[in-house]
Nanobody, 124 residues
Framework: EVQLVESGGGLVQAGGSLRLSCAVSGFVIDDYAVGWFRQAPGKDRERISCITSSNGGTYYADSVKGRFTISADSAKNMVYLQMNSLKPEDAAVYYC?????????????????WGQGTQVTVST
């Protein structure tokens, strides 16, 4: 059974940092693309980052480029999202996602697997 379990969300002041973790079970992350989406109330779901740990390829949305860093630990089967210089507009529920095909994450926005989400709140 595939499971993606996010952790690390919480409340942070604007300008602060958080690190989200995604614990993956049911497949080896080297065989999949793993990424992050977010959704704020009343807004469309947004794909923000993705990593293919087999080759180290990464993708970032323009809205987070230069502030967020995605990484993977193949030994632990974990994916992380380091979020720096957080802004109020970064507040959302963040979802870890995975798919065999990276285009399902970065193009179609329809990955096969989703975590339950973790809330990130950014105060001013």
């Amino acid at each position: 059974e595939v499971q993606l379990v996010e952790s690390g969300g919480g409340l942070v002041q604007a300008g602060g940092s958080l690190r989200l973790s995604c614990a993956v079970s049911g497949f080896v992350i080297d065989d999949y693309a793993v990424g992050w989406f977010r959704q704020a109330p009343g807004k469309d779901r947004e794909r923000i980052s993705c990593i293919t740990s087999s080759n180290g390829g990464t993708y970032y949305a323009d809205s987070v480029k230069g502030r967020f860093t995605i990484s993977a630990d193949s030994a632990k089967n974990m994916v992380y999202l380091q979020m720096n210089s957080l802004k109020p507009e970064d507040a959302a529920v963040y979802y870890c996602v995975a798919d065999v095909w990276v285009d399902q994450i970065i193009r179609s926005g329809q990955p096969d697997y989703w975590g339950q989400g973790t809330q990130v709140t950014v105060s001013t």
